[in-house]
Structure formats: structure tokens, C-alpha cells
């Protein structure tokens, strides 16, 4: 049996798409198709089912999934052991979108290059809540992520990394108005409102009675960013370490009101085959971004 063709059927079931799954392996949604139909008949069952345009297990499908989680994982951790000797194997480690091209490179930066120069990575992204729910059920051994607005499971302990209350941004023409005053007039793009970060958003305009004109809605603090940079609208977004204020062309306004706070940090399972590795990211990542506590 080809592992690969069963990683392929796992990320299908968690991608609950054919298409999202295709992109994040760069095939084509046939060529995936094709791989789950090669596995469907070694096994001599079917393994997925389509409904509209999601993407459920079958009953056999739902049978083999954790028992393949866990095949395809010490596949992945036989060729760590033998490609490093390191006998902990492969760490998996999660992030959410928007870290991955800010936060994670400055993680990693010295992690593999002088502190575990040997050691294999697997690197998975998923909306923060998502990776979470992967770390609590051992699908993930870490996760950088946007802390969640549920308590964590007891199986999971807790970091944060930075604290990040909200700003209003607006191109350089526009230094030195009042924040609020620019939410009230300007063209607005939100922070889209399934987000979490978004939820922040909202939840400050209604706490001080702004109701902005408002252009787009996106979630995607980068895009938000580049959209502002460009006089498109203004903004109220975390004040995120993704943003380079002095490489972009747009201000920083600080608010007159108390914001909430959208904190980021690293979640671990006290309880997975590497926590030893796990800890030792987490505590790089302390030296990195800064630290506030411990859960």
C-alpha cells in the first residue's frame, strides 16, 4: 500500500474538500480522486462520499481513519530516525495563516540552523482553533497560534507570546487625525467577522458606537495591510507584529479607549511522543517574540 496515497485520503477527510486538499498538495483534484479510487480498491472499500461540494468519510472510511492517522505518522517518524537519528522523530508542528510567512521564519531561523540542525519539521496551517483541536487530539505536537475563545483541554498547555491590542491604520496622508474620527469617515475594511481577530474588531466599534462606511470585508491582516498602504480605506486590526510599520506607507493611530487584546502564543500536549522537542520550541519561542505566562 502506497502511505503517501493515504496521507493524501486524510487530508481530504480534514479538508472535507477534494479542492482544498488538491491545492495544499499542488495536484490536481483528479489526481487526488485518482489516489483515493488506487486506495478504495487495495482496501476493497469505498472511503469517501460527496455531498455537494463537502467531502465526508464513508463508514469504512471513518473505521481506518485513525488507525491510517497513525500509520502515516510513524512512516513519517521511520524516515526521521533514519534521514537525522534522532529517535523522537519527526516534530509537527502547526500554524495559523497569516504566521506563516511573519512569525514563522524568525522561529525557525536559528531552532534548525544551530539549536536542532538534524531535526525533521512536518509544518501544517489551519485556522487557530482548528490547530488546536489537532494538538488536544495528538495530530499536532505544537501550534503557533491566535489564543481561542474556549478553554483548553486539560491534555494541552498554554504559552503566550505577544499581546496585541487593536490600532487604527490609514495611509501616511492621513497622520495625526483622530482615530476614531477617520472609522466614522473613512472608507472601512473589517477584519473579517468569522474570525476571531475580527470578533475583536467588532466588538470595540459597538462598544464605542462607531459604525464605519464600510468597502471591504477580508480576513487577511496582510491584504488588509497592502489595501491600506494603498489608500483603498482605513483599518482597525491588531497592532501585530506582522506589521512593518516603517516598510509600509501607512500610520499607526492609537485608540482613546481601553481594546481588547488578541494574544498569541504556542499550545503543546503534556501528554505526545515528543514533548521533550515540543518544550524546547516553546521555549525558543519565548526568546524570540517575549513571553507573558504559562498556563
Not at 498538495?25 to 462520499?49: D, K, M, N, Y
Not at 459597538?206 to 495591510?225: A, C, M, Y
Request: proline fraction near 5%.
Amino acid at each position: 500500500m502506497n502511505t503517501e496515497y493515504l496521507e493524501n485520503f486524510l487530508l481530504v477527510i480534514q479538508c472535507r474538500s477534494l479542492a482544498e486538499a488538491a491545492r495544499r498538495l499542488h495536484l490536481t483534484p483528479g489526481a487526488v480522486a485518482a489516489r483515493i479510487r488506487i486506495l478504495e480498491g487495495e482496501l476493497g472499500a469505498s472511503l469517501i462520499q460527496r455531498s455537494g461540494h463537502t467531502v465526508k468519510p464513508t463508514e469504512a472510511g471513518l473505521r481506518i481513519y485513525n488507525r491510517a492517522q497513525a500509520l502515516t505518522q510513524d512512516v513519517r517518524d521511520l524516515r526521521a530516525c533514519v534521514a537525522s537519528g534522532a529517535p523522537e522523530g519527526e516534530l509537527r508542528l502547526g500554524v495559523f495563516y497569516s504566521a506563516l510567512t511573519t512569525h514563522l521564519p524568525a522561529l525557525l531561523e536559528k531552532f534548525c540552523l544551530n539549536l536542532h540542525p538534524e531535526l525533521s519539521i512536518l509544518i501544517d496551517y489551519d485556522p487557530s482553533a482548528a490547530l488546536c483541536s489537532r494538538v488536544h487530539s495528538g495530530q499536532l505536537d505544537v501550534a503557533l497560534v491566535i489564543e481561542p475563545p474556549f478553554t483548553l483541554h486539560k491534555n494541552c498547555a498554554w504559552r503566550t507570546l505577544q499581546e496585541e491590542p487593536l490600532a487604527v491604520i490609514a495611509p501616511l496622508c492621513m497622520e495625526g487625525r483622530d482615530a476614531h474620527a477617520l472609522l466614522n469617515e473613512e472608507p472601512f475594511i473589517r477584519y473579517h467577522r468569522k474570525a476571531f481577530s475580527g470578533q475583536l474588531v467588532d466588538r470595540y466599534l459597538k462598544d464605542n458606537s462607531i459604525f464605519p462606511r464600510q468597502r471591504l470585508e477580508i480576513d487577511s491582516l496582510l491584504t488588509i495591510v497592502s489595501l491600506v498602504e494603498r489608500g483603498v480605506g482605513v483599518s482597525l486590526v491588531p497592532d501585530s507584529f506582522s506589521i512593518s510599520y516603517r516598510e509600509h506607507q501607512l500610520t499607526k493611530l492609537s485608540l482613546p479607549n481601553r481594546t481588547p487584546i488578541r494574544r498569541i502564543g504556542m499550545i503543546w500536549n503534556k501528554q505526545g511522543p515528543r514533548l521533550a522537542l515540543a518544550q524546547a520550541l516553546v521555549n525558543h519561542a519565548t526568546q524570540v517574540f517575549g513571553t507573558r505566562e504559562t498556563q
